[in-house]
């Protein structure tokens, strides 16, 4: 038994039994059993502009246990802002230490000379399984050369990457520190150069055709923290090639609750569709976390 | 299996129909109903339906728009003036599920006070929507409001203006923030406003209304951002907070896991997703 198994919970999804006069037989009945949830984008630690009711492990790792995620992978608020990287990584590594539930993912950033050795601490030190970008949070764009080097450097070392492409609607953020989107349209030219590189775009809001074309390259996965519409879920991952979609809350900053709503709210996923996006995307896509 | 059983993020259906939710902001095919008046309307409420069923949802209140140049579509608008009824399909196919507040044109006084009689006076309509874009954004300050207020007022309609507060300004100039709502609403304290989307910055949208007592917060259209029904409860007080749903642009998950995810009570929960708005609607 791995240390997943110890955490597997049991989960019944949906049984909606509205009495809608003018919806007719308004019952709907499925208890599939979803027994292995993985969180792909969580982060610990503080937020620098709110305080967050969830930003105390015990709380996050409590409410999460409690939704049935059975393992969140986890970067740091930190890793936005700090320069002294190394530390951060160690505060996330000894916070993960005693708690099987969170895998932690190491913050690097390639504008920092040294940021190499962040990333060797990373794969080696730390034993970590991938790593967390927040190129418009550190100031350089996908066409910068050390992007490029830090993908083949990441995929030499079977890191896997995600790249979070925003954290705040740029409507509500800090007038003082206002951070746009990461322009995503350099990416599949450099995939190209990097075929094995393995991707997970976060917090993004994409769509066709850019969608399409990162979609094309088999490398490239994504969340589902900030698709929203009633639907929308279910249409990303029509839009996809198979395996693609990986359920992630964003939590603490995001209520983890409306990401897993959203996941099923439609009806349009079945039990297999449900298990892919939940957990076996993920274990699939990045097969070494798992074990 | 573990005995925490949950419906992924839902509460159990006992404590979901506790809550009898009364939607203040379903938003299908918010832009343009068709050009029949009623078609894409209709497919939005059917794309609605299994959110509005697991969240068990008592009603959902919309915004037609009723033929005062609320839309683009020239033909539309003439159409609907000339078979005002047509509207009305939605409300016949969801006889006990959907309410209705008429979308207005500030910009068009003579117009909105004619459409004001003639579906608030003369039902069905519960009250008016001024939107914050499109062709008859106004922002709320303007005195085409005044005469307005004024009528709805008398027929004891309900309000509800769109609001954000953006970084970096506003995207167009007839936009309105929570500031600006609060400035009208201090002209017209006898009657209540609905702040929708609570100025999508709620941090700020919160202070802005705070010492507006005739002014409710709405809840949603925009990321389930963590604390914000934590800091409306604290400084508003529950009453003064309406739960929206923005279907089904955006998401069951999003904007009802704000209220049932938030660290308040129980009984706080039931003012916001429905005692509230049926306190303002006069349907206690």
């Known amino acids: 038994m791995n240390r997943r198994d110890l955490l597997n919970l049991a989960v019944s999804v949906g049984t909606a039994s509205a009495v809608l006069p003018t919806i007719a037989h308004a019952r709907v009945e499925l208890t599939t059993e979803i027994h292995q949830i993985i969180d792909t984008n969580v982060s610990l630690f503080r937020w620098p502009f709110r305080r967050l009711p969830l930003d105390n492990i015990d709380g996050l790792t409590n409410k999460l246990r409690s939704l049935g995620i059975t393992s969140a992978w986890v970067g740091s608020f930190e890793g936005l802002f700090h320069r002294d990287v190394a530390a951060v990584n160690t505060r996330l590594t000894n916070a993960a230490l005693d708690r099987p539930e969170l895998t932690p993912i190491g913050s690097v950033n390639p504008t920092l000379s040294g940021w190499e050795h962040d990333l060797q601490q990373c794969a080696t030190a730390h034993r970590m399984l991938g790593i967390r970008l927040h190129p418009n949070y550190h100031g350089y764009t996908l066409n910068d050369p050390r992007f490029s080097r830090l993908l083949n450097l990441a995929s030499a070392a079977g890191l896997f990457v995600q790249l979070a492409v925003s954290m705040e609607d740029t409507r509500t953020q800090s007038a003082t520190m206002q951070v746009a989107d990461v322009d995503l349209s350099p990416l599949p030219a450099v995939l190209e150069k990097i075929p094995a590189a393995k991707i997970q775009l976060l917090n993004h809001k994409l769509r066709s055709p850019l969608l399409q074309q990162l979609g094309s390259h088999p490398g490239v996965f994504f969340d589902t923290a900030r698709i929203d519409g009633t639907d929308s879920i279910p249409k990303l991952i029509a839009s996809l090639p198979s395996g693609r979609v990986l359920f992630g809350s964003h939590a603490p900053f995001l209520i983890p609750e409306a990401a897993l709503i959203r996941v099923h709210e439609s009806d349009i996923l079945d039990e297999t569709g449900l298990r892919s996006v939940l957990s076996n995307n993920a274990k699939q896509a990045f097969r070494k976390a798992m074990v | ?284």
């Open chain 2, 1 to 284: 299996m573990n005995s925490n059983l949950t419906q992924l993020g839902l509460p159990a259906a006992e404590t979901l129909q506790s809550y009898r939710i009364w939607d203040s902001y379903f938003t299908p095919s918010y832009s343009h109903p068709g050009a029949d008046g009623s078609s894409k309307v209709m497919a939005d409420v059917e794309r609605s339906l299994p959110a509005i069923r697991k969240g068990h949802f008592e009603k959902l209140c919309w915004f037609p728009h009723i033929g005062v140049g609320t839309t683009t579509d020239n033909d539309f608008e003439e159409l609907v003036q000339k078979k005002p009824n047509i509207i009305l399909k939605p409300f016949e196919r969801w006889p006990t599920l959907l309410l209705g507040m008429i979308q207005l044109n500030a910009n068009n006084v003579s117009a909105s006070l004619d459409a004001i009689n003639r579906w608030l006076r003369d039902g069905p309509m519960l009250g008016v929507y001024f939107p914050g874009g499109g062709p008859s954004a106004m922002t709320c300050t303007h005195r085409n409001f005044h005469p307005l207020i004024e009528r709805i007022a008398d027929l004891n309609g309900v309000i509800m203006q769109h609001t954000w507060f953006k970084t970096g300004g506003k995207t167009g100039p007839a936009e309105s923030t929570p500031a600006e709502l609060a400035q009208l609403a201090a002209r017209f304290p006898q009657q209540k406003f609905l702040c929708a989307h609570a100025g999508g910055e709620w941090e700020q949208g919160i202070r802005a209304v705070q010492n507006s007592p005739n002014v409710l917060i709405e809840t949603s259209g925009f990321d389930a951002t963590a604390g914000f029904i934590e800091m409306a409860v604290r400084e508003l007080g529950a009453e003064r907070i309406v739960f929206g749903s923005h279907l089904p642009s955006r998401s069951l998950g999003t904007e009802l896991g704000k209220i049932i995810a938030a660290e308040i009570t129980e009984e706080q929960k039931k003012l916001i997703l429905g005692e509230n708005y049926r306190r303002l609607l006069n349907k206690e």
